[in-house]
């Protein structure tokens, strides 16, 4: 039987809140990629800490790893498993600079030209640490493909903060 | 009672046993310190006292009484008695006071020091030996200062105990309408849902609490509400809609045939229409029955063991007969090995049905486009992606697709009825089943369909 042979790999930026929402842009990716063979690298914004002692004992990997609840390891997997002819790895990177300069330098080493975001905001951050990358992608990255995000979960508000115990 | 109320008396039971339970240790720990430093003072006054009357004769007494009096405070109603005794045989030499038990005098022959409490006197005896002799030197006193300083005590704690328990009222109170907010909030909104407005939902926020899974619950019920309605409402609308339209066909080629007399090839063509709108006509109304018997319960299916991907095989077979064009690509290539994995429980005709028309509108909305469909289980799960290259549904219009003779603004040239993915819907469901959409403009459509397979059913069971 004939296959029709993949594209060669393209490497698609997404931004991500660590929801399983926001991975709906992962498939909204493979519908526009399609015979494509996908490495889906999703960009969370993370402003760094100011402190000497925050810097020197900050790691990005480790920021990631906090964000990642069960359920989103489960949804991520789970599309990986869909479309596995289609993707090739699906990674995080944080970008914690401030400003247009920073993204570009930023965007030079992810070598990238691609990116699906969501039309309308539909990125919520889990505190202030965290900020959306959406408005940075879409004012670098060449090619950037606006997708609807469907929510189907409200915000939560801060977690384990003393105002969210009183707040019902 | 309220249940604001309720909680709120709960909640000033509770902490007033709790605050009562601390009250009573401190006064009590308190009460034992004063005693016992009021104690410790008495003897050290005793063996004071036994010094200066005892060995007077060695001394000066007058220089004893002289530092007792103006370096040693005297204790409040002080009194000393001494007693000649024999220590060795623990009988006293004279006659002692009878007021005080027999035990206290025991006690101080026994340990050489004994304590008492009479009344509000205070009495330390202790056994001195001296040259002269044995002596029991018994001293006593009013604690006046300890006294003053434990009333002084309760009283404070009794003042702040109401105090407490005040403000305990005044917050348990608030909490508790705070607490129960959230549920006079969902009797508001369920209230304010009334049968012109089921399309309205409860406020949820993304949490694992109690309220949010009553909240999900009702939105939940809500959705079949809405469902049952829609369908109440609009059905006969619709189908009356979409049977006219064959039924005009039909009366307008029978009114042109008996017209007036026509050839035989007229006559044969007027048929055939005739035939065509009829068949037409024969296809709707099946579709509107299947479409109202999955409003009805699943009683009725027979329910067995389905193999999905059997089924879609056999599906495939049927569309390559209907739609002979098609570029159905089935993927297989992730096929659990354990046959559970992708079996499940359900109605195969029904089943049948809504793959079919899922995989039927994948071929007709992308012009017979490739079509991949692949199969994967995981977690109990059989997942199901249907993925087409065709037109796309407008994101706006992304919501309204389940509901039924909806048709795609940019599909109405394509025939159709627009009751192909709300039966779909409706059969996955009643499967306990989940579908999602995605889809973009001319890009193509993502069909995903998560079904719990035979493997979830029988840990279920276990667990039951």
């Known amino acids: 039987m004939f296959v029709k042979k993949l594209e060669k790999m393209r490497r698609i930026l997404i931004p991500t809140d660590f929801t399983i929402d926001?991975?709906?842009?992962?498939?909204?990716?493979?519908?526009?990629?399609?015979?494509?063979?996908?490495?889906?690298?999703?960009?969370?914004?993370?402003?760094?800490?100011?402190?000497?002692?925050?810097?020197?004992?900050?790691?990005?990997?480790?920021?990631?790893?906090?964000?990642?609840?069960?359920?989103?390891?489960?949804?991520?997997?789970?599309?990986?498993?869909?479309?596995?002819?289609?993707?090739?790895?699906?990674?995080?990177?944080?970008?914690?600079?401030?400003?247009?300069?920073?993204?570009?330098?930023?965007?030079?080493?992810?070598?990238?030209?691609?990116?699906?975001?969501?039309?309308?905001?539909?990125?919520?951050?889990?505190?202030?640490?965290?900020?959306?990358?959406?408005?940075?992608?879409?004012?670098?990255?060449?090619?950037?493909?606006?997708?609807?995000?469907?929510?189907?979960?409200?915000?939560?508000?801060?977690?384990?903060?003393?105002?969210?115990?009183?707040?019902? | 009672m309220q249940l604001r109320t309720k909680i709120t008396s709960i909640f000033i039971v509770l902490t007033s046993l709790f605050l009562t339970g601390i009250f009573v240790l401190i006064y009590y720990f308190s009460k034992t310190y004063t005693e016992s430093e009021f104690y410790l003072r008495l003897s050290q006054r005793a063996t004071i006292a036994a010094q200066a009357y005892l060995e007077g004769d060695e001394i000066n007494l007058d220089i004893y009484d002289d530092i007792r009096i103006r370096h040693l405070q005297t204790l409040p109603n002080e009194k000393e008695v001494i007693y000649p005794v024999d220590a060795e045989s623990k009988?006293?030499?004279?006659?002692?006071?009878?007021?005080?038990?027999?035990?206290?005098?025991?006690?101080?022959?026994?340990?050489?020091?004994?304590?008492?409490?009479?009344?509000?006197?205070?009495?330390?005896?202790?056994?001195?030996?001296?040259?002269?002799?044995?002596?029991?030197?018994?001293?006593?006193?009013?604690?006046?200062?300890?006294?003053?300083?434990?009333?002084?005590?309760?009283?404070?704690?009794?003042?702040?105990?109401?105090?407490?328990?005040?403000?305990?009222?005044?917050?348990?109170?608030?909490?508790?309408?705070?607490?129960?907010?959230?549920?006079?909030?969902?009797?508001?909104?369920?209230n304010s849902i009334r049968a012109e407005s089921l399309s309205l939902r409860l406020d949820t926020v993304n949490g694992k609490d109690e309220l949010t899974q009553l909240a999900k619950t009702f939105n939940n019920m809500l959705d079949r509400l809405q469902i049952s309605f829609d369908l109440q409402n609009n059905f006969i609308n619709n189908a009356s809609h979409e049977l006219r339209n064959?039924?005009?066909?039909?009366?307008?080629?029978?009114?042109?045939?008996?017209?007036?007399?026509?050839?035989?090839?007229?006559?044969?063509?007027?048929?055939?229409?005739?035939?065509?709108?009829?068949?037409?006509?024969?296809?709707?109304?099946?579709?509107?029955?299947?479409?109202?018997?999955?409003?009805?319960?699943?009683?009725?299916?027979?329910?067995?063991?389905?193999?999905?991907?059997?089924?879609?095989?056999?599906?495939?077979?049927?569309?390559?007969?209907?739609?002979?064009?098609?570029?159905i690509e089935l993927n297989f290539e992730a096929l659990p090995e354990h046959e559970n994995a992708i079996t499940l429980m359900g109605?195969?005709?029904?089943?049948?049905?809504?793959?079919?028309?899922?995989?039927?509108?994948?071929?007709?909305?992308?012009?017979?486009?490739?079509?991949?469909?692949?199969?994967?289980?995981?977690?109990?799960?059989?997942?199901?992606?249907?993925?087409?290259?065709?037109?796309?549904?407008?994101e706006d219009e992304l919501k309204n697709i389940y509901e039924p003779f909806f048709r795609a603004s940019n599909v109405r040239k394509i025939e159709g009825f627009g009751f192909g993915l709300p039966l779909a819907y409706r059969i996955i469901k009643m499967h306990s089943g989940e579908i999602r959409v995605v889809s973009q403009i001319n890009k193509g459509t993502l069909v995903k369909i998560k079904l719990p397979n035979k493997e979830l059913e029988y840990l279920e069971e276990l667990k039951l």
């Not at chain 1, 498939?27 to 490495?39: C, G, H, M, R, S």
């Not at chain 2, 006659?95 to 205070?122: G, T, V, W």
């Open chain 1, 22 to 168: 926001s991975l709906q842009l992962v498939e909204y990716a493979i519908l526009n990629f399609p015979d494509t063979k996908l490495d889906i690298v999703l960009i969370a914004g993370y402003r760094l800490p100011d402190t000497r002692w925050g810097i020197t004992h900050f790691s990005e990997r480790e920021q990631i790893r906090e964000q990642l609840s069960d359920k989103f390891k489960d949804a991520k997997r789970r599309i990986v498993l869909e479309h596995k002819k289609n993707i090739e790895t699906v990674s995080f990177e944080l970008f914690t600079g401030v400003n247009s300069f920073a993204f570009q330098n930023f965007l030079e080493q992810m070598n990238s030209v691609d990116a699906v975001v969501p039309k309308k905001k539909a990125l919520h951050c889990p505190n202030n640490k965290w900020f959306d990358t959406t408005e940075f992608i879409k004012n670098n990255v060449k090619n950037v493909i606006e997708a609807p995000v469907e929510l189907t979960e409200k915000p939560t508000e801060k977690k384990f903060s003393l105002i969210s115990l009183f707040n019902l």
């Open chain 2, 347 to 394: 109605s195969e005709s029904l089943l049948k049905v809504a793959l079919g028309n899922i995989l039927e509108n994948a071929c007709k909305f992308s012009n017979n486009k490739k079509v991949s469909v692949k199969i994967v289980s995981d977690a109990g799960y059989i997942l199901l992606t249907i993925k087409d290259e065709g037109v796309g549904i407008p």
């Open chain 2, 91 to 190: 009988k006293p030499l004279v006659k002692m006071d009878k007021s005080l038990p027999e035990r206290f005098y025991q006690e101080i022959f026994s340990d050489e020091y004994a304590e008492l409490k009479k009344d509000d006197y205070y009495y330390t005896g202790l056994l001195y030996h001296d040259n002269e002799g044995d002596f029991i030197v018994v001293l006593s006193a009013t604690d006046l200062y300890g006294f003053g300083k434990l009333d002084n005590l309760r009283n404070i704690l009794i003042i702040t105990f109401f105090i407490s328990i005040i403000f305990i009222f005044i917050l348990g109170r608030y909490y508790a309408k705070q607490a129960l907010s959230p549920i006079s909030k969902i009797i508001r909104e369920v």
């Open chain 2, 246 to 327: 064959p039924l005009t066909a039909i009366l307008g080629q029978t009114e042109i045939a008996l017209n007036k007399a026509r050839s035989e090839e007229e006559y044969h063509s007027i048929l055939k229409n005739i035939d065509r709108e009829a068949a037409r006509l024969d296809f709707l109304v099946n579709g509107l029955l299947k479409l109202a018997q999955t409003d009805f319960d699943s009683k009725g299916f027979l329910i067995e063991a389905i193999r999905l991907d059997e089924m879609l095989l056999n599906i495939k077979q049927n569309l390559d007969v209907a739609i002979p064009s098609n570029r």
